[in-house]
């Protein structure tokens, strides 16, 4: 015989915090290929409950925005996106949460890149309080009443385009274990209301066997035995700060369909840009997600 399982969790909201990976195009583009599709994780996992997700600038409940630090005013580019905490300050001053919200934070990313690129002496002791400071936004939603929470970590640094160019493969993992860790260890007390959905570990098993995934990149393991250069889809060379890894580098919130690699398919690509993924990578995590909350909830 067979069985299935009714999920209790049926969202009627879907909120989203977090970083350039969330953002749904708060300022008017995704990082990723603009194409018009469903290009973006959380707008994936949002439509396999029915709803959708649009940013908050055009009146929707998206607050994630590209290269936005966890409570860094300055942002991973120099600008001024709103950290995750102060998309958590706007969210709760607006809106009262509860059982019929889901709602989805994310961040690490840009406090790595940030970290690395700034060579700190105290690059792992920082970026394992902004792990803990994710932690704390956390628990803020939780305690202002949301029941359903899924938490999204940074994936391992170490597997982008920018670890293996730049040869910190190893240092840019390590950065992300400190992360990860140091935000688990800050909500282990909370897994009633809240569900770590792990990136890291996803797009370990999908860069290490990308073909079970349905891409043509080359198996790039995680256990570093390889050095494997990845594949980008985009050809948008940003001559200014781009996406925070320094001038002159491909920026996916410039991508289209006018700017595709030659010779390389997208829908069968994993990375947009040396650090953000392409919409096929995106969707398959939305519905890696997807299933986490339903078997979870």
């Known amino acids: 015989g067979s069985s299935s399982v009714e ?10 915090l977090g970083d350039t990976f969330s953002d749904v195009g708060r300022t008017g583009t995704r ?3 603009n194409d018009g599709s469903v290009n973006i994780w959380s707008e994936q996992l949002a439509s396999k409950f ?3 997700l649009t940013p908050v600038s055009a009146g929707g409940l998206g607050f994630a925005q590209a290269h936005a630090r966890v409570t860094q005013a300055v942002d991973l580019t120099g ?12 969210l709760l001053a607006g809106t009262s949460l509860g059982a019929g919200d889901l709602v989805l934070i994310n961040g690490g990313v840009s406090d790595i890149v940030a970290e690395v690129r700034a060579g700190s002496p105290n690059m792992k002791a920082n ?16 305690n202002a009443g949301a029941k359903y929470v899924a938490v999204v970590g940074p994936y391992n640094l170490g597997q982008s385009r920018w670890a293996v160019d730049t040869g910190q493969r190893q240092l840019l993992k390590d950065m992300t274990t400190a992360f990860t860790d140091a935000l688990l260890v800050s909500i282990v007390d909370l897994s009633s209301n809240v569900l770590y959905v792990d990136a890291a570990l996803y797009f370990n098993l999908v860069t290490a066997s990308p073909g079970a995934y ?3 990149d080359e198996e790039n393991p995680p256990d570093l035995s390889r050095t494997v250069t990845p594949k980008l889809a985009c050809t948008s060379v940003d001559a200014g700060v781009g996406i925070g890894i320094g001038s002159g580098q491909v920026n996916s919130g ?7 690699t030659s010779g390389v398919d997208y829908s069968k690509t994993l990375f947009a840009d040396p650090l953000y993924f392409t919409p096929v990578a995106h969707r398959l995590f939305g519905d890696y997600a997807h299933t986490k909350l339903i078997e979870r909830w």
């Open 7 to 16: 999920s209790a969790l049926k969202p009627t909201r879907i909120v989203s």
């Open 31 to 33: 990082y990723t290929v």
């Open 50 to 52: 029915g709803l959708t």
């Open 79 to 90: 600008g001024q996106a709103p950290s995750v905490t102060a998309q958590v300050d706007a």
């Open 127 to 142: 970026v394992q309080q902004a792990g803990r400071e994710l932690g704390a936004q956390v628990r803020r939603l939780v």
């Open 214 to 216: 349905g891409l043509t």
């Open 254 to 260: 410039l991508c289209t369909t006018a700017t595709i």
